[in-house]
């Protein structure tokens, strides 16, 4: 079975540029997640979904960052006028609905210079 | 804020050896999950302990939970190198949402 798929896997990008980040989750699963994860930190979590409805985004940045899942499968996260402080790996997760368990891909990594 | 978090910073053992991993956490919580993550890669739930569970086992790895106190510990005994990997605990409350906490660093050296 193949597990959770996130791609660029690096993108590094000068202050003001904007990138996107997108997360193909583990076939059946309709909670999908994203984390924030600075540099030895742990995951911070940004949004989650459940199909294609938010079910929290308190955590998100809303003036320059976006999720969106529209059919419920594949998810897509964008930064927009990306700043140093953005500099993190985001991590996408998903899992069946109340299983607990999170099935994590490898995280793409942004570098913000 | 962090609603949960590891007591150590690094831990450093000797393969072999056995180790013990501390959390605490200052909510209310349905359920605490242990992950490990390893150098360039997402985490990996080890073991999730519901609330009104006070032990669980997974092979060489032993989780314990304390609602009391509010603390749980991750014990792997017979280290290998492979288990070198930053350790984090994650809590669920009512909300849902699994929060993390800093994590420790466990260095398994041969």
């Known amino acids: 079975e193949a597990g959770v798929t996130q791609s660029p896997r690096y993108a590094v990008l000068q202050e003001g540029q904007a990138v996107s980040f997108w997360c193909d989750p583990i076939?059946?699963?309709?909670?999908l997640y994203w984390y924030q994860q600075p540099r030895d930190q742990g995951p911070q979590l940004l949004v989650y979904f459940r199909d294609e409805a938010v079910i929290d985004n308190s955590q998100l940045p809303s003036d320059r960052f976006s999720a969106v899942r529209p059919k419920g499968t594949n998810s897509t996260l964008k930064i927009q006028s990306a700043k140093q402080g953005d500099t993190a790996t985001y991590l996408c997760a998903s899992s069946f609905p109340n299983t607990g368990q999170l099935y994590f891909g490898e995280g793409s990594k942004l570098t913000v210079l | 804020s962090q609603l949960a978090e590891e007591n150590s910073w690094a831990l450093s053992v000797h393969e072999g050896e056995s180790v013990t991993v501390n959390c605490s956490y200052k909510t209310s919580i349905t359920a605490l999950q242990w992950y490990r993550q390893k150098s360039g890669k997402g985490p990996a739930q080890l073991i999730l302990i519901r609330s009104n569970e006070r032990e669980k086992r997974n092979g060489r790895l032993r989780a314990t939970l304390d609602t009391s106190s509010q603390s749980s510990s991750l014990s792997i005994t017979a280290t290998r190198c492979e288990d070198t990997a930053v350790y984090f605990c994650a809590t669920k409350g009512n909300t849902g949402k699994l929060i993390f906490g800093l994590g420790t660093t466990l260095q398994v050296q041969p």
């Open positions: 076939s059946g699963h309709d909670t």
